[in-house]
């Protein structure tokens, strides 16, 4: 039986997301979720359930494929080196950054005015999910965690500027949801820290251990001791004198 086999969980919680993603943009094009039905509509209380519903929901088939892609990643690796938190991290981490969202005031950056916004998307997770697998791998300081935390950063870097409004870089209107962003990072990142001594721990060899003591290494380390004497023998001070001409020589560059 493999160690390090893959739970059915891994695969069957990141394909029912999509699923139901795909199903979710499906009921828009028939006109069931329209005039933001089912949308986070921020301090408003007919958009509360748009925590539940929005990453369901979608602009158009890119935004959809856009979101698609990196929850299906995303989600697998936190199932599969994760288990014993992967679905608190998931719902917590989906709950908390949609009301973090409807809290958050919608109003212009640059004049200070009031938006009326209608928020849908799966965006919000999708950074909840990259930043918790980047600081968790960070805070735990483990070397198969932190391998993941650099695959992520290696593929989803460039989320770090989707926090910022999209307005500060260009004249023209943005139609994407900065504030998710920011509040899926921050939410992540809590959770990261909040869980980093919870579930797998950081495996330590025995050896590693202090007093650490192996009579079977002791025996044999003895045993060659005995037969093999000249590793053992002091060199003449001559040939310690010719070694050491020869590296202080290797260090000046000298043949």
Known sequence: MLKNHIAARTIFYPLAMITVMWAGFLLQQTGFFSNCRGAIIPLVPAGLKGILLSPFLHGNLEHLIGNSIPILILTALLFHFYPAISTKVFFSGWLLTGL???LLPPVDIFTGNYLYTCI???????????????????????????????VVALYYGSLIWGVLPEELFSDEPSNVSWQSHLAGASIGIMLAFMYRKTGQKKKKFIWEFPNFYSERDDTLWQKYRETHPEDFEELPQKEKDEIWQQLEDLRRGRK
């Open 100 to 102: 973090l969202v409807w």
């Open 120 to 150: 849908i998307g799966a965006s919000g997770i999708v950074y909840v999910l990259a930043f918790f697998l980047f600081f968790s791998g960070v805070f735990r300081w483990d070397m198969k965690l932190l391998t993941v935390s650099m």
